[in-house]
């Protein structure tokens, strides 16, 4: 098991490395009849694209994605839908050193003793740009979410020591800075911040929040397949996160029953909770109130200071990681976080739809 | 999908409810020739039984695991082996007034939406005896696990506001005080911060952290099934948990680079790290370092205090939760942790023996 | 991967051993509000339960049910229903000389080469019982299906040499006589042919055919996830099958496309087919017509004829098999052949529910 | 589930229609350090190209496979390999008529019936392109196999009436003649016989055998995972495939217990089988003789003749099927065959790694 499929009814497996021919991905078991362009897909690979500030990768790819099957006449057939985006940017520079040796908090070495070897050119299947694949299929996942009305928006909360301040929260703001930050003073810190890193030869992380309206209640199963727990496993299989949170999260361990509870009222004729310390699930399964989770992302390994580090041939070295690379992948990060959640929400959505017996009768009585 | 199966090919399934008849675990797919007892079992569920110290639940059960399949002649025989714990204390006392409303923090009102209806005795599914399937496995797996020196420990380090101290770090004094913590002065601060809520009619949350030592690098795969994603997949599946870090986890997102990334050395033959900020895996497979994860428990949400809620006529009501509820679950859910690591690590390294063709090759040969 | 799951969505669990504590199944993603009691799966149970006739064996097993959870209020709740059976009548006769030899026809071969050793009473996981779990959880899938107007029943075609004649098909007389034949003077001629069988201490095979009606078109998914591809699993599963086809089957090979194609027309306002050799599906999709398979069973292994093989000491030894055994399974495993064709179709009913955009938006808008 | 991948941890997900941009595969978890190139693949794919008799279509496709990812400096990583096949020759004709009614024996009907609508250009995703990716990966699969001394080899038993003679097997012959008989008379009468049915406007079927020798006993999973019940599936998932037999298969169920047992006997110091009626598998699980099974596919579908159907209007109309279409597609269905029982058979040689707890110590000590 090489580990690349994703989901059990919307089922996504991606392929492709750094400098291999392209990056890729098979998305099986989206339901039939939604519309579906390359644009549509295009806008989300954009907001991951390198190159579009001073704190991402100089690496320049246009990351054109391109529609092999499963779409007819505009629309999803129901059949496997393959996507490819052509890697262009392969620096034709030598990678013998990288080969030889083992880069710090890079993946280098524990490929090399799961597989006996790796193709080392820019990471290969370790490299960041393996989540164009969940991008690409992430973009149709929100598309057909947002045919039910349910919406996601992910944006960064912190840089290094720079968190934004809740009172000043203006998400559009968001979309308008280049660290994606919904707080137009702290996004100045962060870039003030960042530069600094950059300066010394430094990287930072960062953490990235995401929050989910329009969630009907009762999505997610009670034990293994809660919606947080799958949440959890899709935004920790992103490369650099190194932990998850729902609601209060890590805080809720400092509070207490009375103050962690969120009570139930009525509103008109709907169950409301009053406050939303869970984050939107209680038990597994999705309450009706917005979901909220965060991802805590470590500092980009590739630094170009000198590092010290073994080789191949079981030598002391010392290194220093040249290339192009972010100073900081948060930004960026920021729109894979939110394709992983809504690539695991719809699964849920899709295989929930059994969950009861009277309204699985009306379904195919209906047909 | 109820969701209760885990596992691809060391595959657990669990059944039973709060007050049914009893509560079990059917685990498919162990490699024959374990050595195993009743006895092995019951040492991992005595440590999650309740009733032991003036923090848990009064509930008295014996929980008594039973083999039903499976083992023969001592031995496992790579079928599955299903194992029961009879439920005893169902206390027959009137659950009318559970049923007609929704306990704020608990999944009764998720549970309806999403079934239509539900077991309301006792939390039924989602009630904290569905740990003891979990409980179970997880002893078959961690006897499995030391077969390859590989051993798995946890422990309270904060319950409340009260963290352990570090540099007091003692592992058997977790072993000796009711609350798990490897921190003599803190385990006193906490159980005194507990009677507070007790008396408070309140109650609290914490952290459980787990190391797992010996396992060799190499385990867990990239992309999505990385080790840390099934890792926080299966810790955010147990009941309470809010949250999941590895390594630094949330700390690391204010770190740098250069501070954050393990430096490599050589130790004799062999690569070693000089820190472990990763917590044991480096892009998702373990590295041959100690893995170290911290998992945030919110608060028990049944509290005697009373609250606000709404009942199934739409009405608003105030209620207060009796029964014999513990004020903390965090003591005896550390076992609950170290087993649901035990089964995801178990399975990643029985799904990772076919990464290599020679090493495959070497197994067929010497068959 | 012990491989005793079975299904995606309806997901079956099966354990037990011919002479361990009992036999069991947990039933995982029932759909909640189904109307269920141990009664409507004894019936089941009951229809393969041995010592009814003298074709089958004289162990004299009650095969009573017990159902342990998942069922509240007369109702499923969605959770795990979990199922047992203990076994009675575990004759307490010395297995020693099984245990020392490979009995021809049998897995104790495979049992021994694939786990190192095996549990040698009685077959253990190998043995007929293991199908009560099936059988079981069948019954409850047959419950939800009819539910959904669908019906499946099936019979006995051939036993020997001996074959129904299609003019005679009376279904109801296969509900009366021995062998399960819908045909009053075939049932004569296996029950003769069967007798003459026993007296030569020899033991036959036979074919089972199955029909299902009422399924709607469209269940099955192309490509790997077949309905008919998904039903062959199913029945070859089923320990002593050896064949498997839908339709007109292995004579379709002997067919011409004129012949063999079922020209569609027109009944009112439905589409219907003229002619059914397809047997009901068309690119593995149900067509809507009466869907039909045979499944071929070989001949019951142990006989009580001296037989050839070899011991576990290497050396060629004479042995014959004495015991409780059925000198033909086929009539008991009529129902078992029902339930897993239950099984398979409910299982992709579930599934096969997100495939439509439209009809996905009006089942979460009408929640 | 659009159903379209195969395998647990040998994993292939096919995609792409009869006339979008292409047909591909991912095959995710093929061991790394495997020597593969495009030609290792190509050659299988030679086997089922079409144009090579006047018994098959005239489409005129290269099918010149390309490897996307996957291997470095000529070796398997590991990580994902994506194969593509660009479709050429995608006739400009109009699929108008196609579009409007339902051909008999197609699953055209069937899409409409759960997708809503359908890419109706040559058959869409049901279109017998698809198995090109099948045939993709189960080339890389036979290589791997190749490593472990296992060998496949199938070829037509049977065409319409004519089968071969068992006596003068000769499987070279089978390489030579366009029907890939292994018998030079039968084939030759089998290429009158279609001559016949062309002339005829006609169609005709056949039955495919596979042998696979090598394979060590202990292979396949006992209850729902067993090999020959992978199998079945494997082949009725192809698309024309109506009935599938191991060993002796149907025939078994005529035969008696004291014939149809294969006796054990010592071969030197190895246990071998005195005959091979069960076809290599006992209990589900291999048994170390030659396992050897048949498919039987339907007629194409696709004739000239007129015949009776109905439209989307719901009206009563004849139609004949024009267009470049094989009058039988056995010969071409050999090779997918064969690697349909590629894939089953090493999926469940990884899987089955972790069946003994000395073996895996074996392994992992050795690491």
Redesign the interface.
């Known amino acids: 098991?090489?580990?690349?499929?994703?989901g059990?009814?919307?089922?996504v497996?991606?392929?492709?490395?750094s400098h291999?021919?392209?990056?890729?991905v098979?998305v099986?078991?989206?339901?039939?009849?939604?519309p579906l362009t390359e644009e549509d897909i295009q806008i989300y690979l954009d907001r991951r694209k390198p190159g579009q500030s001073q704190f991402t990768t100089k690496r320049n790819e246009a990351d054109q994605v391109?529609i092999?099957?499963?779409v007819?006449?505009g629309?999803?057939?129901?059949?496997?839908?393959?996507l490819?985006v052509h890697n262009t940017d392969q620096r034709s520079r030598d990678y013998g050193d990288i080969a030889t040796y083992?880069r710090?908090?890079?993946?280098d070495?524990?490929?090399d003793?799961?597989?006996?070897?790796?193709?080392y050119?820019g990471g290969?299947?370790?490299s960041g740009r393996?989540t164009i694949g969940r991008v690409a299929a992430g973009a149709i996942a929100a598309k057909?979410l947002k045919?039910?009305g349910i919406e996601l928006r992910a944006y960064t909360t912190?840089i290094?020591?720079v968190q934004i301040d809740r009172a000043l929260f203006d998400f559009e703001e968001s979309l308008r800075n280049p660290v994606a930050m919904p707080d137009v003073q702290a996004a100045e810190e962060a870039q003030n911040f960042l530069r600094h890193?950059i300066k010394?030869?430094?990287?930072?992380?960062?953490?990235v929040e995401c929050e989910i309206t329009g969630v009907?209640?009762?999505i997610g199963?009670?034990?293994?397949?809660?919606l947080?727990?799958?949440?959890?496993?899709?935004?920790?299989?992103i490369?650099a996160v190194?932990?998850?949170?729902?609601?209060?999260?890590?805080a809720?361990?400092?509070?207490?029953?009375?103050?962690?509870?969120?009570?139930?009222?009525?509103d008109g004729?709907n169950?409301k909770k009053?406050t939303n310390?869970?984050?939107g699930?209680?038990?597994?399964?999705?309450?009706?109130s917005t979901i909220v989770f965060r991802a805590?992302?470590?500092?980009?390994?590739?630094?170009s200071?000198t590092?010290?580090?073994?080789n191949k041939d079981?030598?002391?070295i010392e290194i220093s990681v040249h290339g192009r690379h972010d100073p900081i992948i948060v930004p960026r990060a920021v729109v894979v976080v939110e394709c992983m959640a809504s690539l695991t929400l719809l699964d849920l959505?899709?295989?929930?739809?059994?969950?009861?017996?009277?309204?699985?009768?009306?379904?195919?009585?209906?047909?």
């Open positions: 098991m090489a580990g690349s499929t994703f059990r009814l919307f089922q497996t991606t392929w492709g490395e291999g021919k392209g990056i890729g098979v099986d078991g989206c339901p039939a009849g939604l391109e092999l099957s499963g007819f006449e629309k999803t057939t129901g059949t496997p839908i393959s490819m083992y710090p908090g890079h993946a070495y524990t490929f003793e799961k597989y006996g070897f790796r193709d050119r290969g299947r370790s393996e057909v045919e039910f912190a290094g020591p890193c010394n030869q430094d990287s930072a992380g960062g953490i009907p209640a009762g199963d009670p034990v293994f397949e809660k947080d727990a799958n949440l959890a496993k899709a935004v920790l299989s490369g190194k932990g998850f949170e729902i609601g209060d999260g890590f809720a361990a400092t509070s207490r029953g009375s103050a962690n509870n969120d009570a139930f009222a009525m004729i169950v009053e310390h869970s984050g699930t209680l038990g597994g399964i999705s309450d009706g805590a992302f470590k500092p980009t390994p590739s630094i200071r590092q010290k580090t073994v079981g030598e002391d959505m899709m295989t929930g739809m059994s969950a009861r017996l009277d309204r699985m009768k009306d379904f195919y009585n209906e047909n």
